[in-house]
């Protein structure tokens, strides 16, 4: 039988922000469509293409495709295809744009114009977009629109994307039937350099522009050794922060869910709500949730540092220093963005690498994703850390608990590294690219982003919370709960439920590496996201009926061993199902997923039981 693949597209004409990286083009779509797609300075942050509607003065609705930032048509790297595909009507799914938007950097126009004149060659209409129109202002270009307009045979509008300035007048000019016709495409491209250099020198923009505060800001930042040592501090501040400035809203937090469970218990109790509820509600929902739940202003500093290292443009720089030692491991600085990125999540950073040109690289760079210290680690490390470390400070007001975390931090950068020296001596290298990178000028991170991005990420957290991990708190305690003690039983009411038996079970495979069984059962539910095991810990003891905060009942009960022994353990175990199912839809098969849990896991346990061994030998015992 004959098939037929059908592609029914929705109404509307179709437009496409076409530009270099880092221009501007999401931030853009953001303003025309109301939309909230994520806009850094470092070029690579979109990667996929995104659509959304936009209306014209007129009211004609529109839809609007974002697309990743290319150099040219001729693509190198899996985001740049999609781009090229888009232009040329290839995209699964999708139509040929019936319009594009040529997103330039008014302040680089030299370099940004090739893809217009590119992109005037493919025979769609195109409207140039004269966009950081401020930044090139303050550096003394004045380009008169008009003139630019008139040397391209296109119709050209001013821009801040990032203020809204030029989106009027986009929206106005979409109304022009004129605009939707396609100009006579410039001759052919061998010499599009020489004649935009004609073209700048005619409008008066061909002299060079003196250094802006930039350069004079990289003179420290690219420094051979002043500059790795600001990123050592940059770092290690991230980490003080993190523990030193939380304290406030986590006691608060805590508080608020402590007291709920005592007022829960026995509001219950007088609505007269049978014991296995109160159970439920007090032991299930809220100590497991809110053991999850405290972590999240820890989670917000860490992110919003990322943040603000994100939009000031020192990303790239940083890639830029560790160029030279990540060379010795067989990557390139290109990929320290999706790596970094994995410390948000693993699954951006798995999609960032999309913006790796060599397959090789993108594959080991995806392989190395999961050990990055994942924002799901830090509420099972915050928690052991608060057990087992005392809050102490050091000299120069160095935290104690800060100085563990950011080794744990270094424990997962060390471990990738250790994997991608073995995986350069196992698998052939190909040939060596010096690293081409732009370096953005820096910015001021803007304050209403920063807030977007933090409530993004506290939606997200929130979300899971109250999505997996309520789910998974929730069997947790059925678990826990069913079936009851026997008559006369002398031990906990846990030890003898479902989660008791299964923690049994397992306990004989993971008391070589110092689990005990409580951690067994929470490992269970934490394969599927890593913080479960905390609710799930929390809600274990909670029915274990001491009546203590968790971190307590973990200092009283737990060796200090155990407690190094499980922090290496995460150190690690690739425990994150949407990990490995994002490594699956990237690479394109189940190999490499399981190739990955396989080798990690078994890491895992191995780091896990010598760490077990080794502090059980210098404790002594
Ligand atoms: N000063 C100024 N900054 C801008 C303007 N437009 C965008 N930016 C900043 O430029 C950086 C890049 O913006 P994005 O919108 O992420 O750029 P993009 O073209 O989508 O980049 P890719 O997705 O990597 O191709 C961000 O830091 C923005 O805040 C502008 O008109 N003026
Ligand atoms: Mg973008």
Not at 282 to 288: E, N, P, S, T, Y
Request: contains cysteine.
């Amino acid at each position: 039988m004959n098939s037929a693949i059908v592609h029914v597209h929705p109404p509307g004409r179709l437009l496409a922000l076409l530009g270099n990286p880092n221009c501007g083009k999401t931030a853009l779509f953001n303003r025309l469509t109301g939309s909230r797609q994520k806009v850094a300075n470092y070029a690579g942050v979109t990667v996929e293409r995104k659509e959304g509607r936009l209306q014209t003065e007129a009211g004609e609705r529109l839809r609007l495709l974002d697309l990743p930032g290319t150099y040219s048509l001729h693509p190198r790297s899996p985001d740049e295809r999609v781009t090229r595909d888009v232009l040329a009507g290839q995209a699964v799914g999708e139509k040929r744009p019936d319009l594009l938007l040529c997103v330039v950097d008014a302040s680089n126009l030299r370099r940004h114009l090739r893809l217009v004149l590119a992109a005037q060659r493919q025979g769609l209409p195109c409207v140039l977009v004269l966009n950081m129109a401020d930044v090139a202002e303050r550096r003394g270009l004045q380009i008169d629109p008009q003139a630019l307009s008139h040397e391209l045979g296109l119709p050209v509008v001013r821009a801040v994307a990032v203020q809204g300035q030029g989106v009027a007048e986009l929206r106005a000019l979409l109304d022009d039937p004129a605009v939707w016709r396609p100009a006579p495409p410039p001759p052919s491209d061998a010499d599009d350099g020489q004649r935009i250099a004609a073209m700048l020198t005619r409008l008066g923009l061909d002299r060079a522009l003196p250094p802006g505060p930039t350069e004079r800001i990289d003179r420290w930042v690219l420094h051979p050794w002043l500059g790795p040592l600001l990123m050592a501090l940059l770092m290690f501040a991230m980490f003080q922060a993190v523990f030193a400035w939380a304290e406030a809203p986590k006691a608060l937090i805590q508080a608020g869910a402590n007291a709920l469970g005592q007022w829960l218990g026995p509001a219950l109790e007088g609505l007269g709500a049978p014991g296995w509820l109160r159970s439920l509600a007090v032991d299930g929902l809220v100590a497991g949730l809110g053991g999850v739940l405290v972590f999240l202003p820890q989670i917000l500093i860490l992110f919003a540092f990322i943040l603000v290292l994100e939009e000031s443009g020192y990303l790239p720089r940083a890639a830029y220093l560790l160029d030279r030692w990540m060379g010795g491991l067989g990557l390139s600085g290109r990929s320290f963005i999706p790596l970094l990125s994995s410390f948000a999540c693993a699954i951006p950073g798995i999609m960032a690498t999309r913006s790796i040109a060599n397959p090789r690289d993108r594959k080991v760079t995806m392989a190395l994703a999961p050990l990055m210290t994942c924002s799901a680690r830090l509420p099972v490390y915050a928690l052991l850390i608060g057990a087992f470390v005392p809050a102490r400070p050091l000299a120069g007001g160095v935290e104690l608990q800060g100085l563990v975390l950011f080794a744990l931090y270094l424990a997962g950068i060390l471990s990738a590294a250790a994997v991608a020296w073995v995986l350069k001596r196992l698998t052939a290298r190909g040939e060596v690219r010096t690293l081409m990178m732009e370096l953005p000028e820096y910015h001021w991170p803007r304050v209403r982003n920063l807030g977007i991005g933090l409530l993004q990420r506290a939606w997200i957290f929130l979300r899971r919370v109250g999505g997996i991990i309520l789910l998974l708190t929730l069997a947790m305690w059925l678990l826990a709960s069913f079936p009851g003690a026997p008559e006369g039983a002398t031990r906990p009411a846990i030890e003898y439920s479902l989660a008791g038996q299964i923690g049994r079970a397992l306990a004989g495979l993971f008391e070589p590496i110092g689990f005990n069984w409580q951690i067994a059962i929470a490992l269970v539910p934490g394969l599927a996201a890593r913080e479960v095991a905390v609710g799930a810990l929390a809600t274990v003891y909670a029915l274990s009926a001491e009546g203590d905060a968790l971190s307590q009942a973990l200092a009283q009960q737990w060796s200090l061993a155990t407690a190094l022994a499980l922090l290496a353990w995460y150190v690690v175990a690739p425990q994150c199902l949407s990990t490995l199912a994002a490594i699956r839809r990237e690479s394109g098969s189940w190999r490499m997923p399981l190739g990955v849990a396989a080798a990690y896991f078994g890491l895992a346990y191995l780091v896990a039981g010598l760490t077990y061994r080794m502090a059980l030998r210098l404790s002594g015992s």
